[in-house]
């Protein structure tokens, strides 16, 4: 119990060293939106909308960011978020989910429920066609957005038209996790973390998707999933897209041998512009992998 207690200080530190960094970088943020829920916090989100608008009802497309379900912000992703909107036509909205420890799984597919279920009550006011609404995210925004995509299907809902996955930690047994890898997705205290996270329920699909049977995997929709060389999330995200391929989902496919975990937040103006992780090298590969998912959204959403 005494080492949990530290470790649960310890992370509401570093959580509390980071807001004033969240706070500077709403310049991209996009259209801030906050929706009350009855015996619940209010769920926070950005909304970007295109330049340019479309004829008919807009597409959604639901981004999560990254940082290992114990830090990170939504603001991380507001130039994607909006670059995405311009090029697709469609509303891009931009999660700005609570955070662990406080708020364990799955209280943040709860938080994206309630925005979709605020969109479909809105939708001829917001101009927008849930019908054809997608979800993705990068790293543990990914995990998120593939653990609603489970649920649902468990529900018997195809909800989703399509997931983008971005490096995701597709299981929650550490074991699936390269621990040999040089290049750790996360250091120990949020591996640890992490673990805490799935609030007992790692063995489950919706948690772990890697251990989903072919049944339920063959009912996905499509996918647009990315992996690194340079990531010890990387074997297990390729083991996942060899599953879903051999389950014949509909899937848009690439690992980029040279990029390390967090290359396509990282490389953007949105992030810390010293962190060790971006080189121009890095940021010519995250051009290459945005354009990638833009193709992929644009003929699956």
Known sequence: MADMEK?????????????ADYERRTYFAGEA??????????????VHRPKAAPEGPMKVFFN??????????????????QKLADRLGILAVNV???????????????????IYDWLKANARELNVDVAHCGIGGFSAGATIALNSVVRWLEAGQRRYTCCVLGYPMVSAD??????????????????????YYFNGQGDKPECSALRADEALLAKFPGVVEITCGKDSLGPEGRRFAAKLAAAGVRLDYANF???LHGFIEVNRDDFDPGDPRRTPEQEAL???????IIRGLASIL
């Not at 015996?39 to 950005?46: C, D, E, I, K, W």
């Not at 955070?99 to 799955?106: C, G, N, Q, R, V």
């Open 7 to 19: 470790l649960l200080a310890q992370v509401r530190q570093r959580q509390a060293e980071r807001i």
């Open 33 to 46: 939106v906050e929706i009350p829920r009855e015996g619940a916090l209010p769920v926070r989100f950005y």
């Open 64 to 81: 999560l960011h990254g940082g290992g379900f114990i830090e990170g912000d939504a603001v991380w992703m507001g130039t994607f978020c």
């Open 96 to 114: 700005n989910y609570r955070l662990s420890p406080d708020f364990l799984y799955p209280y943040q597919c709860l938080e994206i429920d309630a």
């Open 174 to 195: 550490p074991s699936d996790n390269d621990a040999d890898s040089p290049y750790p997705a996360a250091d120990e205290l949020m591996m640890r973390a992490i673990t």
């Open 257 to 259: 041998e040279d990029a």
């Open 286 to 292: 995250n051009a290459a992998a945005e354009e990638f």
